[in-house]
């Protein structure tokens, strides 16, 4: 009869390999979970599961692919960059935020693995220190240096903002994804809390 066909919308074997990796490293940490427990969750076998992913590296760099396609997909702030009576940079790289993570149920728990992991595995750790903070400010720094450009906000040291604005990111990411790890997130708190960080930084860097 052979094999059956997929439904749609059905997920393929790579997406839920992945899917249960995220879950396992989250709760167990990546070194506590391994390739034949992720394959036993979905009842596959070793060899099945290596037929999609060489290693369980290899799963890990998918899933922070996958974040980063996430965390680097440009906001509708971007476009308006230079126009004086746009929406502040700030508000707009903030406030999406909270709906962001919320449509992205994945992200939370792969901020978690990120965040859990990164003191303790040294390639976590280079690829957080290269791939997310050094990439994240030099795209936080173009940003801003353009808004400078056109008057949208206060010349400053661009580099010293950028590393402020994505401090507060980080820290906030913390707080929400592993201080509380609760599954649903408060969005209307959440929400309120960062429109007051907004303001502060409205209020200090525009005109």
């Not at 994240?136 to 720094?141: A, G, H, K, S």
Request: charged share 25%; with cysteine.
């Amino acid at each position: 009869m052979g094999r059956p066909s997929k439904q749609d919308g059905e997920k393929s074997t790579k997406e839920k390999i992945l899917n249960v990796a995220i879950e396992l490293f989250a709760n167990k940490g990546f070194k506590g979970t391994s390739v034949r427990e992720i394959a036993s969750v979905l009842g596959l076998t070793e060899g099945a599961v290596y037929r999609h992913f060489s290693s369980k590296d290899q799963i890990l760099e998918n899933i922070f692919s996958y974040a980063e396609q996430v965390l680097f997909t440009p906001l509708p702030v971007e476009q308006t960059l230079g126009m004086l009576q746009g929406q502040s940079i700030f508000r707009g790289m903030l406030e999406p935020l909270p709906d962001i993570i919320n449509s992205e149920p994945y992200l939370r728990k792969i901020t978690r693995i990120m965040f859990n992991e990164m003191n303790q595995n040294e390639k976590i750790g280079r690829y957080y220190s290269k791939e997310y903070k050094q990439k994240t400010t030099e795209y936080t720094m173009a940003l801003f240096e353009k808004c400078m450009e056109a008057g949208t906000i206060r010349q400053c040291d661009v580099k010293s903002l950028a590393q402020v604005f994505n401090n507060f990111r980080s820290e906030w990411a913390y707080q929400n994804f592993i201080i509380d790890q609760s599954e649903t997130l408060d969005l209307e708190t959440i929400k309120a809390e960062l429109n007051e960080v907004i303001t502060l930084f409205e209020k200090s860097f525009i005109e």
